[in-house]
């Protein structure tokens, strides 16, 4: 008795927990039984070892939260060593090796020789694709409910909706820079499809690329509460002669302050390059 | 506690004879889903001219040449009615409800400053007297400039989430009871914090910075800028919206806006409005600057 | 006063609600033009579709344009495709030119040689129609 009447008493401030208003059919009191039936957690014990128990979303792993990568591949996705502004580090490939086609070899190399212009994300600051934003050196916050997820990046406040539904990749889509995402669940590991990617963004900043036949297969891996497994598989036929695949683990941020902020660049670029204007 | 549990299971029961509000997993009212955006944004009175498209009152403009078509074919401005079906909300108040004769309690200085903002607007002086929906920037508050693209609510706990197709926006509303940034935080979005009343998510917003547009008649509001916004879920397919405005550098006290959102049909895609990848707006405002 | 708000209502109920960009500041709408020529490009891209044409004057002067149409997500909705438009179709474009004088211009209306509208929004002018129904969700 004392803890329906206890229930039924919240919230404060003498208001009752759900106000009825106009479209609202139920007699107030029952939408306070309601509310508090719904909350009253069922046989709830004090929490031990809370967080060592993986927490699950309708029953699969909850992935919510702020991740970020902790790798160079930003810069170069393959083995590189350090120049001016560019970190060295390992590549992300597996194999070590991009099979690109032996014009797409060249093209890469042309890209890399204008890379100071003709990086669309540097130069532009233009929507970097997948899988490039996942490992940008700006964190992102994936966004999970049962039905449907999001990941919303920093940089760029590039987003992508995830529908867990199964619908397919619908036709006659325009290009995206971030892609049609497609997922579902293959036991705990989240597995997002991509399509209808448009051909303009770069993997990095070394000028590595690929056409608008791109598919990207992404796969998302708690290997516990604060790491995660991240596998693309990119396939382009039109640009590499077989599948390749690229693996890194992610770093979920732990301080409890952590937060997106902003990462307006071409709000910035347009306040340098603009600023004399008008120029004719 | 037994009797508790009876009487909780019996009013429970009794409940659910009537029609129960569905609820996420974590408590919260469950507003999530996709919805287009009416209203909301409006005139005030004595407006000034709208010098970027005056198209409604100027009749030499372009779209007033009486054939029916604008600027560009109305088709493009459609895409909201598809969304929107036959759906409306009756005797819904949109647009300035607060003062009701909308005369905005402008600081007359600054109503002057943005008059005069208004006139280097067309053609544009500088780049700080562009539009900002012309420059790609976040949105702070909702834009009539959405083109009726459409937005999704997701919930989870501790937060809500609202991911608009415009410009890819998205925006965390956290309902931990965190504490707002600290003031050196200045963000297009700005921090929301939130916390359910019953059936209206009340939504309290700070730390925005001086790059916010309210219309194309207030095409900026100042850094000082509040929100308290109330999203309150109306029905299975509406959800009201109102949000008190308050901006001490520029008016004497808050003001109100409303509008609503609708539910969109089933199957409604999300589509990506990539805006700075294609635009060519200020390249041909200003030509080529000389960087490039 | 009356007469005047029900005016300034009507004009804005009319209006498509084509924002997010300048367009009187830049396209001069004392600078109409009519352009007739082939297609040779359509980028299907937000937050403007953009087309562009060899077009040939009353001179039989070729001349290259690009022109600007409206935002693509909504006519996506509405059942039209970037095949809607295809290089190799001869059209005629209505508009007006951009300020800076370039070979620039909105595209107000854009017509097949039959008469046949693109982008028009009826099922007359051979528009794919409304994709499924408008139901709750």
Not at chain 1, 242 to 264: C, F, G, I, N, S
Not at chain 3, 50 to 56: G, M, T, V
Request: proline share 8%; with cysteine.
């Amino acid at each position: 008795m004392t803890a329906l009447r206890a229930a039924v008493a919240k919230p404060s401030r003498n208001k009752p927990a759900i106000s009825c208003n106009r479209a609202c059919m139920r007699p107030s009191w029952c939408a306070a039984v309601v509310w508090a039936v719904s909350v009253l957690p069922a046989g709830a014990q004090p929490s031990e070892k809370a967080s060592t128990a993986p927490r699950l979303i309708a029953g699969r792993p909850d992935l919510n939260g702020i991740w970020q990568a902790l790798n160079t591949a930003a810069w170069d996705i393959e083995d590189h060593v350090g120049q001016l502004g560019v970190p060295p580090g390992l590549g992300v490939v597996e194999g070590n090796e991009l099979p690109y086609q032996p014009w797409a070899a060249k093209k890469r190399e042309e890209n890399a020789a204008q890379r100071k212009t003709s990086d669309p994300a540097e130069s532009d600051c233009f929507l970097p694709g997948v899988p490039h934003a996942t490992y940008l050196p700006y964190p992102f916050e994936i966004v999970q409910t049962p039905a449907r997820m999001a990941i919303r990046y920093e940089f760029a406040h590039a987003l992508r909706t995830i529908p867990l539904d199964g619908s397919p990749h619908p036709d006659g889509l325009p290009d995206a820079w971030m892609g049609d995402s497609r997922g579902h669940w293959e036991g705990a590991t989240l597995v997002v499809d991509v399509r209808n990617l448009d051909e303009r963004t770069w993997f990095d900043q070394a000028g590595n690329f690929h056409s608008d036949a791109l598919h990207v297969v992404e796969r998302y891996s708690l290997t516990d509460s604060d790491h995660m497994l991240y596998e693309a598989t990119v396939e382009d036929p039109k640009v590499f002669t077989r599948p390749w695949k690229m693996r890194m683990p992610l770093y979920r941020l732990v301080d409890p302050k952590a937060t997106l902020l902003e990462y307006e660049c071409v709000f910035y670029l347009q306040e340098q390059r603009y600023k004399n204007a008008p120029f004719h | 506690m037994v009797a508790a549990a009876l009487l909780t299971g019996a009013a429970a029961l009794a409940c659910a004879q009537e029609r129960t509000a569905p609820r996420t997993p974590d408590g919260q009212p469950d507003m999530q889903g996709m919805y287009t955006r009416n209203g909301v944004v409006g005139l005030e009175a004595q407006p000034p001219v709208n010098p970027i498209d005056p198209s409604g009152r100027n009749p030499r403009s372009v779209s007033d040449r009486g054939d029916g078509l604008g600027p560009y074919p109305k088709v493009f401005g459609e895409g909201g009615t598809v969304l929107r079906g036959g759906q409306r909300r009756q005797q819904r108040r949109v647009g300035i409800v607060d003062p009701e004769d909308k005369k905005l309690p402008w600081r007359p200085e600054e109503d002057a400053k943005r008059r005069e903002f208004l006139l280097k607007m067309n053609p544009a002086v500088d780049l700080k007297h562009v539009e900002l929906n012309a420059r790609c920037a976040l949105p702070g508050l909702f834009q009539g400039e959405d083109n009726n693209n459409p937005y999704q609510f997701l919930q989870r706990a501790g937060s809500v989430v609202i991911l608009y197709d415009y410009n890819h926006t998205s925006r965390v509303i956290h309902l931990d009871g965190r504490p707002h940034l600290g003031s050196n935080i200045r963000l297009f979005m700005g921090d929301s914090i939130g916390h359910w009343e019953g059936s209206t998510l009340v939504v309290d917003t700070t730390n925005f910075n001086d790059r916010t547009a309210y219309s194309r008649e207030i095409p900026y509001l100042s850094d000082a800028l509040h929100t308290v916004e109330r999203f309150t879920i109306a029905d299975a397919n509406s959800i009201d919206y109102e949000v008190t405005i308050e901006d001490s550098k520029l008016f004497t006290k808050p003001w109100k806006v409303a509008g609503y959102f609708t539910r969109v049909p089933k199957g409604t895609e999300s589509l990506e409005f990539a805006c700075a990848e294609g635009s060519q707006t200020l390249l041909n405002m200003f030509g080529k600057p000389p960087d490039r | 006063m009356r007469i005047l708000s029900i005016a300034v209502l009507l004009g804005a109920a009319a209006l498509p609600a084509l924002a997010h960009h300048s367009f009187a500041a830049e396209y001069d709408s004392n600078k109409p033009v009519t352009l007739k020529g082939t297609v040779t490009k359509v980028e299907w891209m937000n937050p403007h579709i953009w087309f562009y044409l060899e077009s040939k004057d009353d001179a039989g002067k070729t001349a290259t344009w690009q022109c600007e149409g409206g935002p693509p997500n909504s006519l996506t909705r509405q059942g039209w495709t970037r095949n809607s438009l295809k290089p190799g179709d001869q059209i005629t474009v209505e508009g007006f030119r951009a300020k800076d004088g370039t070979n620039t211009c909105n595209s107000r209306s854009v017509k097949m040689p039959d008469g046949k509208s693109v982008f028009s929004g009826t099922a007359d002018d051979g528009a794919p129609g409304r994709r499924g129904e408008a139901k709750q969700e």
